[in-house]
């Protein structure tokens, strides 16, 4: 039965309007606003909802595979993307030898995303 559905992920945020503004303009994800909540079209669809209580993830919720993660690292930075600094991370917040070039930043909720090298 669940094998033929169009299973999707979900996360929450606590301002609709500035995930909306982060997801769409500063990532430049496409998106759709319905009923107070957010669909992100990253392939499968992502769903952003409200929640005043939130408390963002401890983990990465959502990875971000490039074919150039310095030019992503670059792009990001321009769009005011900080990343974060994890010890191991090196000037750009990247972090190399450790498995695959991967860099994580938060969303304006607090959630931690990443961009990670795709070979």
């Known amino acids: 039965?669940?094998?033929?559905?169009?299973?999707f992920s979900g996360f929450s945020v606590n301002?609709?309007?500035k995930a909306k503004?982060?997801?769409?303009?500063?990532?430049?994800?496409?998106l759709t606003e319905e009923f107070g909540m957010?669909?992100?079209?990253?392939?499968?669809e992502t769903l952003?909802?409200?929640?005043p209580d939130h408390v963002p993830a401890t983990f990465t919720i959502l990875n971000f595979p490039v074919a150039d993660i310095e030019?992503?690292?670059d792009w990001l930075g321009e769009r005011g993307v900080v990343f974060e600094r994890y010890d191991g991370v090196d000037e750009k917040g990247i972090m190399r030898g450790r498995g695959p070039l991967i860099a994580w930043f938060k969303d304006p909720a607090g959630n931690v995303l990443s961009v990670l090298q795709a070979d």
């Open 38 to 44: 957010l669909r992100l079209r990253l392939g499968a």
């Open 21 to 30: 503004e982060f997801y769409g303009e500063t990532l430049g994800i496409p």
């Open 71 to 73: 030019a992503a690292v």
């Open 48 to 51: 952003v909802y409200p929640k």
């Open 1 to 7: 039965m669940l094998d033929h559905t169009k299973a």
């Open 15 to 17: 301002d609709i309007g």
